[in-house]
């Protein structure tokens, strides 16, 4: 299904045009340009255990969070942005919600992937005397173990250093390649770039090495070049870094890929609000018709947060105009799509 909305979104001649943009210092720009707009900053690294609806005349004390070592906490609202693996984790039996979200929770599958990265002292891959073809951009897709190689598509012509994300990989074959992968639960800001390489990460390396070799040497059907190239990756190389989403326990899952039926019977009920006065919501890639993506996810706070706007309307407070979800042709069907949310099955 994922595939297919992915097809839908690139590749039907009516699909949405779409606007690329890159950030520059990289996705924690945008993360710190919201956190700017905050009156009151998150609190990190504290595990939320349980959410419990409260029996409160307070609107503002409807939802009470509890969190491993501290005190609990109370709001008005409660918008969870996990994935649904790792949203198992915090008992959820005080909130009310239908069976269809209870079932998405247990069984919406999710995609495995992997990532890996190498940083090098020069931008090999853009020099057509080493390669034969410089890559500007894009990426090569191959049946080694690699699978796929993402090109930098920004700081072309410079000398150095760059990033190439030298296997990105999907299902099957990030299980394969995510075997060697050991996730840390945290990682320093700044990892030693000479550190000790673990016995499966240097079977890691030593794969994607043979199999950049094999696809960049312009005459790869020598194997003194192709081992030539090889060593020349190795000598040229800072800094790796290799992430597998699946079993990281922060996520337990790369992306929401709903499997044939899951669509037409849980994702309706995942974009109502849930909880006796619907005051607790799913949010998130998983939560959007942009699976995988930041669009998604983005778009899905655009839908919660008219939601919330809804209720305060509905309870005399200030509330304004907000931009609507994608999902919705119009404002009506958004409203009608949240009091849906607060009907309770007989």
Partial sequence: MAEVLESITFDHPKSEKLDWWCLEGGSEGLINKMLSKLKSPPSYEHRVTAITEEASTDPLRRMKVSVLDKDDEYFSHVVSTVTFAVLRTINTAGVNMNFNQREAM??????QSIKVGIKFRTRWWEDASITGAAQLGGASRTDRQSRVIVYPSYGLGETGPGVLMVSYNWDQDAARFGSLIKNTESRIEQPEPDRPRSQSEKVLLDQIYQDLAVLHTPNNSNPQEVEAF???????????????????????????????GQFSTLYADILQPAGRYGNFHFAGELASHHHAWVAGALDSATRVVSHINMDHQAEGRLASA?????????????KHWHLWGLVEEA
């Fill in 322 to 334: 907000l931009p609507r979800s994608l999902l919705f042709d119009t404002h009506e069907s958004a």
């Fill in 230 to 260: 090889k060593r020349m990756l190795i000598q040229d190389t800072l800094d790796f870094h290799a992430f597998d989403w699946y079993h990281n326990p922060f996520t337990m899952g790369a992306f929401a890929q709903f499997t044939p």
């Fill in 106 to 111: 247990r069984a919406l599958n999710y995609g």
